[in-house]
Structures are given as C-alpha cells and as structure tokens.
C-alpha cells in the first residue's frame, strides 16, 4: 500500500487545517487508518484513528474536542480536520495502514509499531 499525505503548512493559534491521506495499491476500505505526529525532538505519536467498516472514531486526548478524522472509501482517502490549532501542535503528521486487514481492534491501534504503512508525512507548524 502506498500512503500520501498532503496539507501541512504554516498556520497561526487559532486557525484550522485540513490533512489528507490518499492511498493506493490495496483494498483501503478494509483498513482502519490512524493519524500520528512527531514533534521535533519526540517520540511519533497517535493522533486518531478510524475504523474500516463502521467508520467509528477514536482520538487521543490532546486532540479530543479540535481533531476530526474522516473517511472516502470511494475515493481511497482519509482526512484530519484540524480547528483550534495550538503551536503544541506543530509536528510531522503521518498516516498510517495497519498489518491486518478488517481487524475489529484497529480502531484501538495506538502504537506505531502495529502499523505496516506509512505515507510520507507533511509538516504542520502552528505559529503562536
């Protein structure tokens, strides 16, 4: 599966930004998909994740409230909407396939390590 990722830029506090993840080369509708970021400096982290069927949702909880994560089965893609941005905020935000497909607990995939693809990354710098 190739991943990749587009949107970053640079915003100030307070505005919003809307990532995207386009896929290609497998089935990406039988994938849940996450969002992680990393900082500079820091560990990758989890941002959000959502399911392949139901399209159910789960967002870390510095994020919780100002993120969404959204889903196009038809059109191989996922999206970050992201409001409030915060220069917390600022990283590389990636998206990522896990290694099994239809996998009910994927929605709960927090690690990066339980992930097999992933796109490229854009930057997201969030000025104060």
């Known amino acids: 599966v190739q991943l990749q990722a587009s949107g970053g830029g640079l915003v100030q506090a307070g505005d919003s930004l809307r990532l995207s993840c386009a896929a290609s080369?497998?089935?990406?509708?039988?994938?849940?998909v996450a969002w992680f970021r990393q900082a500079p400096g820091k560990e990758r982290e989890f941002v959000a994740s959502i399911s392949w069927r139901s399209g159910s949702t789960y967002y870390a909880d510095s994020v919780k409230g100002r993120f969404t994560i959204s889903r196009d089965n038809a059109k191989n893609s996922a999206y970050l909407q992201m409001n409030s941005l915060k220069p917390t905020d600022t990283a590389v935000y990636y998206c990522?396939?896990?290694?099994?497909?239809?996998?009910?607990?994927?929605?709960?995939?927090?690690?990066?390590?339980?992930?097999?693809?992933w796109g490229q990354g854009t930057l997201v710098t969030v000025s104060s």
């Open positions: 080369g497998r089935t990406f509708n039988d994938y849940s």
């Open positions: 990522a396939l896990p290694f099994s497909q239809f996998s009910p607990g994927g929605l709960y995939y927090t690690r990066s390590y339980e992930y097999a693809y």
